[in-house]
């Protein structure tokens, strides 16, 4: 810091050291979370391996979770007790403002009902569409056409590169809460240094599809089973500018979906068989994430993850470790399938749906086609009620019901730490909780 104006000597070129992080530096926000990460360490919760962000604390069949994004923190517990004392806790240390039962959270919308928990953003879908000047648009049927395909030179340039990056962007934290719409987006974000207006215009047209349910999202139901599902899919030499492939995925926690992903491969596959096993590989990855996740939270899922694909000599490759001509130059990367698929970790399973021509993955790389929302609607709703494609997430009213479900709470943290902090004696938690006994074990 530069010493102000009148303390500086001529001639002298001193700088200030300063006692505390202020806003503005660099060392900020690392600085912020490695305090607020201690005083939730010295009170016994645990820090997750594998989200930083995320915080646990187990005490017999009683739980309190918290995650935390910058300086908004979200807590749920069964114990509305410990919560209260986390709350004074974290008063103390800090000065905190209680935004009470989850609603509405980094954009995105929570409502709860005896149903289940919905996520949507209406709200932040009807800001872009009235940014845009689409509010009353004419709704499109699909985000994308499907043999609609987008090269770097089509058309001419775009006159305001400002407002495709902007839309683009919006759109991607769209994909939040709109697993349908993932393969339009990552086709669009393709061409963000040099946006053209074909690609602008598919960028509407993905407007244009929200716009026929601007409040659809995901449903989590309440009675859905712990049973993880991955499904992957992925198409040959799809691009036609780098002919690679794009990987499609998708998650399921019983019903609901709850990781999907479509990504344009990094090399060039020699066949349609080689490209669905790069899907499988990449599948894996994030499915050995989700598991320590689960873990984590002490979510009782099973040991055994049904990983389905569409292509027979995927699945023949990945069940069968051997080296053929044809194989052997895949990278090594992608061969750790064959392991957890030895080990039953992972239950290969060709595709259900297979014989009909569609696929759960394909919905993630694929734009959808107009006439297969009736089989969509028809087939998916035993996994994903109603479809993958179109996941319902109306906003639900809340029943004043004795089984309604409890939201979790919502803090929001002011980094301004009090002069002095409180003494071991006046605070809710004067102890250390006791350490879980499964984490011993």
């Known amino acids: 810091m530069k010493i102000p104006h009148g303390f500086a000597r001529k001639g002298e070129h001193r700088v200030c050291r300063l006692e505390k992080s202020l806003y503005g530096l660099r060392q900020a926000s690392q ?39 910058v300086d908004d923190v979200v807590v749920i517990g069964t114990d509305p007790v410990r919560i ?36 949507s953003q209406q709200n932040y879908v009807l800001d872009i569409l009235s940014e845009s000047g689409l509010l009353g648009s ?26 495709y990056r902007r839309l683009v962007g919006r759109l991607l934290y769209l994909t939040i809460t709109h697993p349908d719409i993932s393969y339009a987006v990552h086709v669009i974000n393709q061409f963000m240094h040099a946006p053209r207006q074909p690609h602008l ?16 999202g995901i449903l989590l139901p309440a009675n859905s089973s712990l049973t993880l599902r991955a499904y992957c899919d992925a198409d040959w030499a799809g691009c036609p500018s780098t002919w690679r492939s794009t990987t499609g995925n998708i998650i399921f926690l019983g019903s609901s979906p709850i990781s999907w992903r479509s990504k344009k491969q990094s090399v060039v596959s020699r066949s349609c068989a080689e490209a669905e096993y790069r899907a499988m590989a990449t599948t894996s990855s994030e499915i050995i994430w989700l598991v320590r996740l689960l873990q984590d939270l002490h979510v009782p899922c099973t040991l055994h993850v049904s990983l389905f694909c569409g292509n027979q000599a995927a699945i023949h490759i990945a069940a069968n ?14 061969h750790f399938i064959c392991q957890h698929i030895q080990s039953q970790f992972l239950q290969n399973q060709s595709s259900i749906f297979e014989d009909r021509g569609y696929k759960y993955g394909g919905l ?36 004043e019901d004795s089984r309604e479900l409890e939201p979790p709470s919502c803090i929001r943290v002011d980094i301004k730490p009090q002069p002095e902090l409180p003494s071991p004696d006046c605070r809710p938690v004067t102890e250390k909780l006791p350490e879980n006994p499964r984490n011993s074990q």
Not at 31 to 60: E, M, P, R
Not at 94 to 113: C, H, Q, R, T
Not at 157 to 162: A, F, I, K, W
Not at 201 to 216: E, I, K, S
Request: overall charge positive; proline content about 4%.
């Open 31 to 69: 600085n912020w979370f490695h305090k607020f990460t201690t005083s939730l360490l010295a009170i016994g919760f645990q820090q997750s391996n594998v989200d930083y962000s995320l915080f646990t604390f187990y005490q017999g069949a009683s739980f309190l979770d918290g995650l935390i994004y």
């Open 84 to 119: 209260h004392k986390l709350k004074q806790y974290l008063d103390q240390k800090f000065y905190i403002k209680d935004l009470g039962k989850l609603k509405y959270f980094l954009g995105i919308e929570v409502a709860w009902s005896t149903i289940g928990v919905s996520l």
């Open 138 to 163: 004419k709704p499109s049927s699909t985000s994308m056409d499907q043999q609609h395909k987008l090269t770097p030179d089509a058309g001419s340039m775009c006159v305001d590169l400002g407002q």
């Open 201 to 216: 215009d598919a960028a509407f047209q993905v407007l244009r599809y929200l716009n026929r349910a601007p409040g659809q």
């Open 321 to 334: 470790p051997v080296f053929p001509e044809r194989t052997k130059h895949i990278e090594i990367e992608c």
């Open 364 to 399: 993630i790389w694929r734009s959808r086609n107009k006439e297969r929302l009736p089989f969509i609607k028809q087939h998916f709703k035993p996994f994903a009620n109603n479809c993958l494609s179109c996941i319902l997430a109306q906003r639900l009213d809340m029943e």
